[in-house]
């Protein structure tokens, strides 16, 4: 059954003016291909032709085991403030034609609004830094990381994670289908200016959350309704295997419009993979929708505000601190699949 994904393709990240991007930055849109792109397996090829722009040296350091314990070593903390090496290679170590190829894999592996989502949030750290004086031993474009698990092929299971300050991005690739689980995805300003563009590539999650409290009647938000929130997620990094206790309102209750509602919230964070992956996976989300339960608190004018939206096989978190659309608003979400963490079922089963 089709499920409508239109909400993921706009992300509030706005149009910008492109400035030329120097080693570590950010391109501000969908960069050329750098190499052929086959089109049945057009991230197998993107991920092949931004390793074979690598060293030997950086080679052996980007591909790991597709079972290396070093997988959950992922993290939304900035550098210096985790007790382990990030894996793979940072895009500060890159010069500027491997730099270009690591950001055409991310725009093929993921959906172009995945991609957007992702990239603004790198985007936001020189923003961060700017904060902080200046800080960019901490915050920075170029603190980001691109590791492998096996090496790509259409043929086995492999997978991919990049991440650094407020991004953990771990996907794993079986049968030609994207697993997304778990992701972090975080932003601090979660609104910052970048060129001539006001930019909020978190904002639509935000209120996608309160657009679902928002849609339920009066008994149903009371039962979503949250007597307390937790302090921040509690699924995020370094709480694998954790699985919250079910709170709030079940879907199975609700109306077809409201429970499409929530359906579509849901699909802003799917929708980072790409389209074929995000349809599968969120059919298969629909086919649990009466387990389907949201959790809520939060002011109804704004201000601070946490959701969740959990089932059999879905964690969502989202937190936040500060006024939505506040240039000093934090946010903090997590994706999670508890049956399929780092995609080990699908490739178990492949």
Do not use: K
Request: proline share 5%.
């Amino acid at each position: 059954m089709a499920v409508a994904l239109a909400a993921v393709v706009l992300v509030g990240c706005g149009s910008e003016t492109a400035p030329s991007h120097s080693l570590g930055a950010v391109p501000d849109s969908t960069p050329e291909a750098v190499a052929t792109v086959e089109p049945d397996s057009p991230a197998v090829n993107a991920a092949t032709a931004f390793l074979e722009s690598l060293s030997s040296e950086q080679r052996v350091t980007a591909v790991l085991e597709l079972g290396d314990s070093r997988r959950s070593n992922w993290s939304n903390l900035p550098p210096g403030s985790v007790r382990f090496e990030r894996n793979g290679v940072r895009i500060g170590d890159l010069d500027l034609e491997q730099t270009d190829a690591l950001h055409h894999f991310l725009a093929v592996a993921l959906s172009p609004a995945g991609y957007e989502v992702v990239t603004g949030i790198v985007r936001a750290e020189d923003a961060l830094a700017e904060s902080r004086g200046g800080d960019r031993s901490r915050f920075s474009a170029e603190n980001y990381w691109l590791a492998f698990f096996s090496e790509p092929s259409d043929l086995m299971p492999w997978g991919w994670q990049f991440g650094g300050h407020h991004l953990a991005v771990n996907v794993t690739v079986a049968d030609g289908r994207s697993y997304l689980s778990p992701t972090f995805l975080g932003i601090e300003p979660a609104t910052f200016v970048h060129g001539n563009a006001t930019v909020a590539p978190l904002d639509s999650f935000a209120n996608a959350g309160r657009a679902v409290i928002d849609a339920l009647d009066a008994d149903a938000r009371a039962t979503a309704t949250l007597a307390s929130r937790p302090n921040g997620v509690q699924t995020g990094a370094g709480r694998d295997g954790i699985v919250p206790e079910i709170q709030g309102a079940a879907a199975g209750d609700w109306s077809p419009d409201q429970q499409q509602v929530l359906l579509d919230a849901i699909g802003l964070w799917v929708g980072v993979l790409d389209a074929a992956s995000a349809q599968a996976r969120m059919d298969e989300i629909r086919d649990e929708l009466d387990d389907l339960h949201f959790a809520w608190h939060g002011e109804a004018d704004g201000g601070p505000i946490y959701f969740r939206m959990q089932g059999p096989s879905l964690i969502i978190e989202f937190s936040t601190e500060g006024r939505l659309g506040g240039g000093g608003s934090h946010y903090h979400s997590v994706y999670r699949d508890p049956s399929n963490e780092y995609g080990q079922a699908a490739a178990s089963a492949t």
